[in-house]
């Protein structure tokens, strides 16, 4: 599976973006989706994940609250919708899937997109 990322940018503390992953194989309703983040300096890190039918989400605690994960399978796109950003949500932001969401939480996906950067100001 290709995954591409898209929808970062720059925003101010408060305000919102929303992040969108396409992927290229007709399977992908079959994976389990999830984004994690990379701050500069730091590890990355989970955000959120998806099951392949949308009926079960996690979320770290850093994002909980702010930021959900939807996807829509015929459109094989998964979604974050990022609310109430703050300084410290500067990351790159990089899309995964797996056919297992245990596995995919763990941060052992077997396929990654490349990355798309979302910068917060204060």
């Known amino acids: 599976v290709q995954l591409q990322a898209s929808g970062g940018g720059l925003v101010q503390a408060g305000g919102s973006l929303r992040l969108s992953c396409t992927g290229s194989?007709?399977?992908?309703?079959?994976?389990?989706m999830g984004w994690f983040r990379q701050a500069p300096g730091k590890e990355r890190e989970f955000a959120a994940a998806i099951s392949w039918s949308g009926g079960r989400t996690d979320y770290a605690d850093s994002v909980k609250g702010r930021f959900t994960v939807s996807r829509d399978n015929a459109e094989n796109t998964v979604y974050l919708q990022m609310n109430s950003l703050k300084p410290e949500d500067t990351a790159i932001y990089y899309c995964a899937a797996d056919s297992k969401l245990d596995v995919l939480v763990r941060g052992a996906s077997a396929y990654w997109g490349q990355g798309t950067l979302v910068t917060v100001s204060s």
């Open positions: 194989r007709r399977s992908f309703s079959s994976y389990a």
